[in-house]
């Protein structure tokens, strides 16, 4: 039995797959967010490829050759298997994990930062804006822009920029501008630090600056690395050679799990295999998110339209959400920490093709920490989610006895997360209670759509 399952560069799927195209329902249109019209994504923020990607319901989408070029760098990755954690629980299932961690920046992200950059590119932008959490995405969007000879401009949420210096190098290393959010720079940042000269920023007021930058810059557009339908169509890249890989050793998954953040890693590992389920075949397959109890999107909150940025800038879309202006604590898996959730993501989730697990902070550092003292690798906060749903599956069958194959999405390293891993160490790692009182006041915000 191998350890891990290679593919060549020959064997890397040329297409990405668009689940929209076997959807039982269509998604509920994106709105504008004063007319509350169905609309598109707005053509002075995003290229006009993107868009189209983002409604269509083609099921393929071929991947240009200047973008494969590039996903040779580190694609494709490798498939393991998990012999020396599942030994070590004693479990009879297979564990199986996808490895996202080998990329230049580290994490999946760049599997749709490069078609981004790329197709911006072609459409003559000079500059990409965009917001960053834990700054695995402002890395992964300075990466690209640089191999595409962009620009760059990035919003840091302030909390971040303060606590994880080390992203911020890579930005730096990249070619890319940094500026901690909220800033100076534009009329939103001003507002809220005025407000409160403190505040430690948050993901959605962070969009609300890059897009606002975007939108009075006419070289510039604007980019997301989550939640967006072509962000999610372009991971797919990860599903489609796991499957490949497991055609190899002639198994398929009982259960997938990833953590979400936006959705796009999950989705992207996830949506090959679940558009099987779709269309009525391995209707038993199992798939989890897995998200912090801290920012319970999917389990604690509503399925309503909401607003994307604090602003109120960004179309407005159908998803889970705890309400644009909810403002997470700060947990140490920076890159879960958006109100929100993908809306296809939301939809499946919602129409009962997937399911949601919320964890705490400590048991998801547990879990890591067995996973590093087993397998080796030293995982991202964020990725420790789903390595703590799965080690918790893994010993449910042990308990039955269950030969059940098990795969995950390993959605980064996390040698950029130290800090948090002290943390642990220190026993100075905090639980957050749900804040249901916080939330139940951001839910009163939600836009009233008819
Ligand atoms: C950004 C990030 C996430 C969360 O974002 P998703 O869009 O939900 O994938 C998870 N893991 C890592 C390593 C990340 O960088």
Same mark, same amino acid.
């Given at each position: ?28 249109? &994106? ?14 923020? @995003? ?123 890579? &930005? ?100 090959? @295999? ?44 159908? &998803? ?104 642990? @160490? ?25």
């Amino acid at each position: 039995m191998d350890r891990k399952i290679l593919l060549t560069e020959d064997e890397m799927p040329k297409r990405w797959y668009n689940i929209q195209a076997d959807m039982p329902e269509p998604l509920d249109p &994106m709105l504008h967010p004063e007319t509350y019209k169905p609309t598109q994504l707005p053509p002075f923020l @995003f290229s006009s490829e993107l868009n189209r990607q983002e409604f269509s319901t083609d099921r393929w989408i071929d991947i240009p050759e200047e973008v494969l070029e590039i996903y040779r760098i580190w694609r494709p990755t490798p498939l393991y298997r998990a012999t020396r954690l599942e030994a070590a629980l004693k479990t009879p299932a297979k564990i199986y994990y996808k490895w996202e961690g080998v990329s230049p920046p580290g994490s999946h992200k760049p599997n749709t930062a490069i078609p981004q950059a790329y197709y911006n590119m072609k459409e003559g932008i000079e500059r990409l804006t965009t917001e960053t959490g834990a700054g695995q995405w402002g890395s992964s969007l300075a990466f690209a822009t640089k191999l595409f000879d962009l620009e760059c401009m990035i919003y840091m949420v302030r909390v971040s920029y303060e606590q994880k210096p080390y992203r911020k190098s890579l &930005m730096h290393a990249w070619g890319a501008e940094v500026v901690p959010s909220p800033s100076n720079r534009t009329k939103t940042g001003q507002a809220f630090l005025e407000k409160d000269p403190d505040s430690p920023g948050s993901l959605g007021l962070a969009i609300s600056e890059a897009v606002e930058d975007a939108a009075v810059n006419d070289n510039s557009h604007y980019t997301l690395g989550s939640v967006l339908n072509h962000v999610l169509l372009h991971q797919t890249i990860t599903g489609l050679e796991t499957k490949k890989q497991f055609e190899k050793i002639d198994a398929y998954p009982d259960a997938i799990y990833g953590c979400v953040g936006g959705g796009s890693n999950f989705s992207g590992a996830a949506f090959p @295999f679940l558009g099987d389920k779709l269309k009525g075949d391995r209707k038993d397959l199992d798939v989890v998110s897995c998200e912090p109890a801290a920012c319970p999107t999917l389990t604690k909150g509503l399925y309503e339209y909401d607003f994307g940025d604090v602003a109120g800038l960004a179309p407005i879309a159908r &998803m889970y959400t705890l309400g644009h202006d909810f403002i997470p604590p700060k947990i140490h898996a920076g890159g879960l920490r958006y109100h929100g959730d993908a809306p296809i993501l939301s939809k499946l989730t919602h129409d009962g093709y997937m399911r949601a697990e919320a964890y705490h902070q400590t048991d998801v550092f547990d879990a890591v920490i067995r996973f590093a003292q087993t397998e080796g690798f030293i995982l991202a906060p964020e990725t420790a989610h789903a390595v703590k749903a799965v080690i918790d599956e893994a010993l449910r069958c042990r308990e039955t006895g269950e030969e059940k194959t098990l795969l995950f999405l390993n959605s980064g390293h996390g040698h950029f997360d130290l800090a948090a891993y002290d943390t642990y @160490f220190e026993g100075k790692l905090v639980d957050y209670e749900y804040p249901t009182e916080l939330v139940k006041r951001s839910l009163e915000n939600l836009p009233k759509i008819k």
